[in-house]
Every structure is written in structure tokens, then in C-alpha cells.
């Protein structure tokens, strides 16, 4: 019975999702059963290929993070499953986890945070290489002044502490830190946010070149469409979190489907002046992940909502081409 499960995965995927959830509980009784809880990924599902970048959208607090999070097990889903590389890896235990973590790593939102303030860049970067056995002891400073130089990090930069360094300084250490274990899959939570422009632009140039070089995959997650645009070869809109859309780049940029897709491709800023701007205004704010609408989540704010999207929930449908939707409009035509 397992290897017939094991045979309707897709063999050529990196990493399949399917009908992922995460819940977290906002209240409990005094037995300690949940009586409220806050919905933060529901009934998620794609597929990335090797090599792929996959960019995550939406606005904040719509489930992105916790998308990728989730599939890195740092936290346990609720329901779905998480294939990567042909395994089901939903339900394994933390010391099941511990060979497969080699291959799937993050790139975190605050390189300033995320990084220990009492321990040098070559403590940081030497840690997970001696943990995982990746290289003999006695090669562990020559391999990790290698991967520094990768990243653009000076060879004398090995001795110092995560403070006298700039953001875009310290994302770079947080990079060479995330391909420390010669991961094949890289969740980037939105790595050049915290960034200026000019030091976003190095850093996205960074993790193309390094994708090429390495053969790496990316689950890319970010709000900056223009990034999004840049980098990705599929992209994923997140409303309230859902997946609304999903399909290539050239798809979704030529063609969106969902309203809501629409609306945050109007707001993306045109560098000519005597470009027209028609920008869709959304009205009111995200409702509450804790206590979602009824049927449609977001026909609470689409200028198109019809009376049956506040009934029925829309079905999720391929509208050719790997280009998926929920819609009710869309089902129409």
C-alpha cells in the first residue's frame, strides 16, 4: 500500500505540497482542548522543480512565512503532506529530520537577529560544517573561507563578530551560512527587505549566481513584486492563507486571473512618468486569520465580489498551462 502512495508523487519534483494546513490555537479549555484557533496556512498545494525558483507573494500576515516554515518542519503542519525528493516527510520525528535537514535550508527575514551575537563568522559558519561531518576537522577553515569568499566575504572577515558588519554584510554571512551543508532547497523569507535598493540589487544578483553555480532550488518569499519579477521562474499569491493563484511568471504577469492578483500588480510603480497608473484600491483590511469569511475569503474587499462568493467558497481550478485559480468570475466565463 506505502509504495502505491510513494508512486502518484511527482519523481521529478523537488518538493511537492499538498493540501498543506497550519493552525495555531488562540484558546483552550481548562483540559487543554482548543476552542479558537488562528488558521494560518490552509489547504496549500504545488509542486517545485529542480533548479526552480518559486516566488511567494502576498501581503503581510497572509501565511508566507509560515508556509515555508512549515515545510522545513520548524513547525508541525496540521493536515497535508510535504514531499520532498520523493518521501513523504510530513510525520517524521526530529531525529528522522536530522539527515534530510542537510538539504533544505532558510535564509532568514533579520540577518541582525538571526545570527549569535557572541560568536565570530567563522564559529557561525564552522558549527553546522562540523555538526553534519560535511568536511574532515582539519579541512573545516579552509572550506569555510572558501564558501565566504563565494558569498563576497574578505578572508579576514573570519575572526569577526556579526555587529561590525552592515545589513547587507551580515545577509551575506546568513547566506553562506544557509549553504554551509551543500543544502539542494533554499527557503528565502524575504532576505533583501530589511535591505536598501542598492544592497537588495548585490544580494539578489548573489543568490542567482549562487543558484547557478550550485544547482540550488528556491522557495523565494517576499511582498516586492518587482524582486518577485526578477527572480522567479513561478510565482504564488497568498491571500489570508490560501494560495489564490498560482502559475509561471510569464503567466501570471501577462495574464492574472484572481482579483486580487490584479489589484497588487496595479500597485507596482511605473518608472515612466507619462505612464498611466491604473491603480485598483482595495477597500477595508485583511480580515482576521482567527475568524475567516464565509466562502470566498477575500470578497470581503474585490471590487468584483458577487453574491454567491460570500456563500460558497470557489474551487481552486488549472486554467491551462499549470495557471491555477479560485474564482468564482472565473468559472463563469
Given at each position: 500500500?506505502?509504495?502505491?502512495?510513494?508512486?502518484?508523487?511527482?519523481?521529478?519534483?523537488?518538493?511537492?505540497?499538498?493540501?498543506?494546513?497550519?493552525?495555531?490555537?488562540?484558546?483552550?479549555?481548562?483540559?487543554?482542548?482548543?476552542?479558537?484557533?488562528?488558521?494560518?496556512?490552509?489547504?496549500?498545494?504545488?509542486?517545485?522543480?529542480?533548479?526552480?525558483?518559486?516566488?511567494?507573494?502576498?501581503?503581510?500576515?497572509?501565511?508566507?512565512?509560515?508556509?515555508?516554515?512549515?515545510?522545513?518542519?520548524?513547525?508541525?503542519?496540521?493536515g497535508g503532506q510535504i514531499i520532498f525528493e520523493g518521501k513523504d516527510i510530513t510525520n517524521l520525528k526530529s531525529s528522522e529530520m536530522r539527515e534530510i535537514r542537510k538539504k533544505m535550508q532558510i535564509i532568514f527575514q533579520d540577518p541582525y537577529s538571526s545570527l549569535p551575537p557572541r560568536s565570530t563568522v567563522g564559529g557561525i559558519l564552522s558549527e553546522p560544517v562540523e555538526v553534519h561531518n560535511i568536511v574532515p576537522k582539519s579541512q573545516i577553515k579552509d572550506?569555510?573561507?572558501?564558501?565566504?569568499?563565494?558569498?563576497?566575504?574578505?578572508?579576514?572577515?573570519?575572526?569577526?563578530?556579526?555587529?561590525?558588519?552592515?545589513?547587507?554584510?551580515?545577509?551575506?554571512?546568513?547566506?553562506?551560512?544557509?549553504?554551509?551543508?551543500?543544502?539542494?532547497?533554499?527557503?528565502?523569507?524575504?532576505?533583501?527587505?530589511?535591505?536598501?535598493?542598492?544592497?537588495?540589487?548585490?544580494?539578489?544578483?548573489?543568490?542567482?549566481?549562487?543558484?547557478?553555480?550550485?544547482?540550488?532550488?528556491?522557495?523565494?518569499?517576499?511582498?516586492?513584486?518587482?524582486?518577485?519579477?526578477?527572480?522567479?521562474?513561478?510565482?504564488?499569491?497568498?491571500?489570508?492563507?490560501?494560495?489564490?493563484?498560482?502559475?509561471?511568471?510569464?503567466?501570471?504577469?501577462?495574464?492574472?486571473?484572481?482579483?486580487?492578483?490584479?489589484?497588487?500588480?496595479?500597485?507596482?510603480?511605473?518608472?515612466?512618468?507619462?505612464?498611466?497608473?491604473?491603480?485598483?484600491?482595495?477597500?477595508?483590511?485583511?480580515?482576521?486569520?482567527?475568524?475567516?469569511?464565509?466562502?470566498?475569503?477575500?470578497?470581503?474587499?474585490?471590487?468584483?465580489?458577487?453574491?454567491?462568493?460570500?456563500?460558497?467558497?470557489?474551487?481552486?481550478?488549472?486554467?491551462?498551462?499549470?495557471?491555477?485559480?479560485?474564482?468564482?468570475?472565473?468559472?463563469?466565463?
Open positions: 500500500m506505502e509504495e502505491k502512495i510513494i508512486q502518484e508523487f511527482d519523481p521529478n519534483a523537488i518538493l511537492e505540497v499538498r493540501n498543506l494546513r497550519k493552525c495555531f490555537p488562540i484558546k483552550k479549555t481548562f483540559t487543554g482542548k482548543v476552542t479558537q484557533e488562528l488558521i494560518a496556512v490552509d489547504d496549500v498545494s504545488f509542486k517545485l522543480m529542480p533548479g526552480e525558483t518559486l516566488g511567494i507573494v502576498g501581503e503581510s500576515g497572509c501565511g508566507k512565512t509560515t508556509l515555508g516554515r512549515t515545510i522545513l518542519k520548524l513547525h508541525e503542519s496540521n572550506y569555510v573561507l572558501d564558501l565566504m569568499d563565494k558569498c563576497g566575504l574578505r578572508d579576514y572577515y573570519y575572526e569577526r563578530y556579526p555587529h561590525e558588519f552592515s545589513g547587507g554584510q551580515r545577509q551575506r554571512i546568513c547566506i553562506a551560512r544557509a549553504l554551509s551543508v551543500n543544502p539542494k532547497l533554499v527557503i528565502c523569507d524575504e532576505p533583501v527587505s530589511a535591505l536598501d535598493v542598492s544592497i537588495q540589487a548585490q544580494i539578489i544578483n548573489l543568490l542567482k549566481k549562487l543558484q547557478k553555480d550550485m544547482n540550488l532550488t528556491y522557495l523565494f518569499i517576499s511582498h516586492d513584486l518587482s524582486v518577485v519579477k526578477f527572480i522567479s521562474d513561478k510565482i504564488g499569491v497568498m491571500y489570508l492563507g490560501s494560495m489564490v493563484e498560482f502559475g509561471t511568471k510569464e503567466d501570471i504577469f501577462a495574464n492574472p486571473l484572481h482579483p486580487y492578483t490584479q489589484a497588487l500588480f496595479s500597485a507596482i510603480p511605473q518608472p515612466d512618468p507619462d505612464v498611466k497608473m491604473n491603480r485598483i484600491i482595495l477597500k477595508g483590511d485583511i480580515p482576521s486569520p482567527a475568524n475567516p469569511p464565509k466562502g470566498c475569503r477575500f470578497h470581503t474587499r474585490c471590487p468584483k465580489a458577487m453574491d454567491i462568493c460570500s456563500e460558497i467558497a470557489p474551487e481552486y481550478r488549472d486554467f491551462g498551462n499549470g495557471h491555477c485559480a479560485a474564482c468564482h468570475l472565473l468559472n463563469q466565463e
